[in-house]
């Protein structure tokens, strides 16, 4: 379990400040929290293609209990957050163990089809959970997350709707992104995981 223990760390910390920068918008159409969570399916696929599907459940757990509880403890317990926490813990669990399952299914191809696939894919139902739960009016809104519901342009020129469509939607968009950036960090960091493995 301690090879396991950086990926448990960095799960951890990833959700802790993803969980505290979405509360917060940068410009009109995107939190902050959109630029550091995708970072997580990095680390679950990396530990996928290194140690297998079963050790990545394990650090998707460890790291989802382990985050959840620190930004708890960082952030109160507030109404905003509770609905905040509910919505991440989730939409992390069930978009984080459906990219380990694509990822498993997806390995026999080229190196990068398995990371981008899953990563696709699991930040599509990540998106969709986490702003349903955590701010749509699905849910009885509570004073806090009333914002979430304006009514704006989508990503600041489309279509009127409401700010956490649009929020979400630009959030899907950042992940895409990211998921092609995030190819050259889990080449490189597989590479050398797995020339230490076998080196020792």
């Known amino acids: ?31 902050w929290g959109a630029l550091t969570y995708p970072f997580a399916f990095l680390v679950t696929d990396i530990i996928n293609r290194v140690y ?43 978009a ?25 894919i699991g930040s599509a139902v990540d998106t969709m959970l986490f702003f349903t739960i955590a701010f749509s009016t699905l849910l009885p809104p509570d004073a806090n997350t009333g914002w979430a519901n304006e009514a704006v342009p989508l990503l600041g020129q489309g279509a009127v709707t409401s700010l956490w469509i649009s929020l979400a939607t630009a959030d899907w968009l950042v992940k895409l992104g990211l998921a092609l950036l995030a190819l050259v960090p889990f080449r490189l960091i597989v590479r050398n995981l797995l020339r230490t493995r076998h080196e020792i």
């Not at 694509?102 to 390995?107: A, G, P, T, W």
């Open 52 to 94: 297998g599907p079963g050790p990545a459940r394990r650090v998707v757990l460890a790291g989802f209990v382990t985050g959840v509880a620190c930004s708890l403890i960082a952030v109160g317990l507030d109404a905003t957050t509770l609905r905040i926490a509910l919505g991440s813990g989730t939409a992390f669990l069930v």
């Open 96 to 120: 984080n163990m459906l990219d380990v399952q694509v990822f498993d299914m997806l390995r026999k191809y080229r190196w990068w089809v398995a990371p981008l696939g899953s990563t696709l």
């Open 1 to 31: 379990m301690t090879r396991y223990l950086p990926g448990i760390i960095a799960m951890a910390i990833i959700v802790v400040v993803s969980n505290i920068l979405v509360q917060f918008v940068l410009g009109d159409w995107l939190t």
